[in-house]
């Protein structure tokens, strides 16, 4: 059984409020789970001190028993410090100029100097 700590939504319409819950990756993602372990309200603002509410011992026991987080769950694991903070590569910059662009660019430049 290969168990995740993820988000699973509560919530009205258009107000979205999430549970953190243990749950086998096979659930579904707002059906049957173990364990809630926290809750996550992106409704409130991000300095806030209940966006984001932990059970750190319960968390730390299901971690030890090999449960894995998913991306943003293990993103709030580590801003509490219950786990290392993942790794986040470099957003592709898709609105950057391409080299035609840039050598017009530079060509404009260096005519207008």
């Known amino acids: 059984m290969s168990l995740k700590i993820r988000l699973a939504r509560a919530g009205a319409k258009k107000r979205p409020y999430y549970h953190i819950v243990i749950a086998d990756s096979?659930?579904?993602?707002?059906?049957?789970?173990?364990?809630?372990?926290?809750?996550?309200?992106?409704?409130?603002?991000?300095?806030?001190?209940?966006?984001?509410?932990?059970?750190?011992?319960?968390?730390?026991?299901?971690?030890?028993?090999?449960?894995?987080?998913?991306?943003?769950?293990?993103?709030?694991?580590?801003?509490?410090?219950?786990?290392?903070k993942p790794a986040y590569t470099e957003q592709p910059k898709k609105s950057a100029p391409k080299k035609r662009a840039q050598e017009r660019a530079a060509a404009a430049a260096a005519a207008a100097a």
């Open 26 to 84: 096979r659930s579904p993602r707002d059906g049957r789970f173990i364990e809630k372990v926290g809750a996550y309200n992106p409704m409130l603002p991000s300095d806030h001190a209940d966006r984001v509410r932990l059970v750190n011992e319960r968390i730390t026991h299901w971690l030890s028993q090999g449960a894995l987080p998913t991306d943003r769950v293990a993103r709030f694991l580590g801003n509490a410090g219950l786990a290392p």
